[in-house]
């Protein structure tokens, strides 16, 4: 059964158009009521729609490498990232093994992530480029957005405490999603394999 196309554009579908508009409207712009004005304004807008829908395309192909259930498998680094974070030594031992499981989604620019573990189940909404809030599980409370750079998504967030980045990560390589965290000079990954 196929999906029916929403009937508006995205912010990242509108931002290629007003792109692909800018690159293109001089031939978008001819002026006059000849054939050969009409054929050049209509070249025009077919780069624009092609360049648009190749990108798009692209960015699906991409993503949806994502989707699926990983489970935990390593950890690097990630004691001294949670000690910079300021998370206390109980909870750095346990969230070493928390047997975090992560299921995502992913419907164009729209993604859904259910994360279960040892200590608590979450499910989190997002779309790229759109901020919104969330909690860590030792309860740091962040606000940010994730994007899509070539194959890799992209996370930004502001910690609501103390106003520092947390900057994340995830590619998948082969059967492996690797998520990489940077927290003021201090770099750690967690690595997922597809279940």
């Not at 780069?47 to 990983?70: C, E, P, R, Y």
């Not at 740091?140 to 994340?168: C, P, Q």
């Not at 940077?182 to 597809?194: N, P, S």
């Amino acid at each position: 059964m196929s999906k029916e196309r929403a009937r508006y554009f995205s912010a990242a579908e509108q931002e290629l158009l007003s792109e692909g508009f800018q690159e293109f409207q001089s031939l978008i712009k001819t002026q006059g009521n000849t054939a050969k004005a009409a054929k050049a304004r209509r070249e025009g807008w077919q780069k624009v729609a092609d360049k648009s829908n190749s990108v798009l395309q692209l960015t699906l192909t991409a993503t949806m490498t994502f989707n699926g259930t990983w489970k935990v498998t390593q950890n690097e680094n990630y004691d001294k990232f949670m000690e910079k974070m300021g998370v206390n030594m109980v909870k750095r031992k346990l969230a070493a093994h928390d047997n975090l499981k992560i299921t995502i989604t992913q419907e164009g620019d729209k993604f859904n992530v259910k994360e279960s573990s040892t200590f608590r189940n979450i499910e989190i909404e997002f779309t790229l480029g759109v901020t919104f809030e969330y909690a860590l599980a030792d309860g740091t409370e962040l606000s940010g957005a994730w994007t899509l750079e070539g194959d890799v998504l992209k996370g930004i967030f502001k910690r609501k405490d103390n106003g520092k980045d947390l900057t994340t990560t995830r590619i998948v390589q082969g059967d492996e999603l690797i998520q990489s965290y940077t927290y003021e000079g201090v770099d750690a990954k967690r690595i997922f394999k597809r279940s």
